[in-house]
């Protein structure tokens, strides 16, 4: 009786995931493709992105391929250590629909903890989420979304970083039990 219910308990859980995973949507109902960085038991403020990569012609680039990663609430990339970024416990990859479309569902990331040595000066680095994207036909990018909302933006060090190297910026806002946002990424 125990394999019985176990077995029962796997196949449940398949259809959940199934389903979460786009493939209980009716017939002719778009989605985009979605990630889900943080699960329901991280703690922070839930956090969700919906993004189109394009290519500088306007197009969506379909199937463009996005590794995610991020720190938890307190800044942290792994809970041993601090700044381990290869590792980031926060981490996963996608590829963009059809339409170039995709979505992360995960928390809003905290700041680092320590300060850095830019420019002369020790600087508090904005909450960021890296996108690292590639496409077949288009330059690799390497970006960090960062948040309209965080004061350390307001250091014109790091206006001058988001300007320059085009790092998107998303403008938060309410939404359900957390908060939202849209972002658009352009390739070369």
Known sequence: MRNLRAA???IVLGLAMACLSGACLSR???RPATLELAGPDEPGIRLTVDGVVRGKDGKPVAGAEIH????DVRG??????VMDEPHARLSGR???DAEGRFE???IRPGGYPKTALLDGRERK????IHLDITAPGHAERHLQ???SDDPRLADPYWQDWVRTQGHPVLEPHPSGQGIAGTVIITLD
């Open 104 to 106: 992360l569902r995960t």
């Open 8 to 10: 029962w308990r796997v």
């Open 68 to 71: 995610a990663y991020q720190t």
């Open 28 to 30: 002719g109902e778009a």
């Open 125 to 128: 680095i904005p909450a960021h």
């Open 76 to 81: 942290r990339y792994t809970r041993e250590k």
């Open 94 to 96: 996608l590829r963009t």
């Open 145 to 147: 979304l960062v948040f």
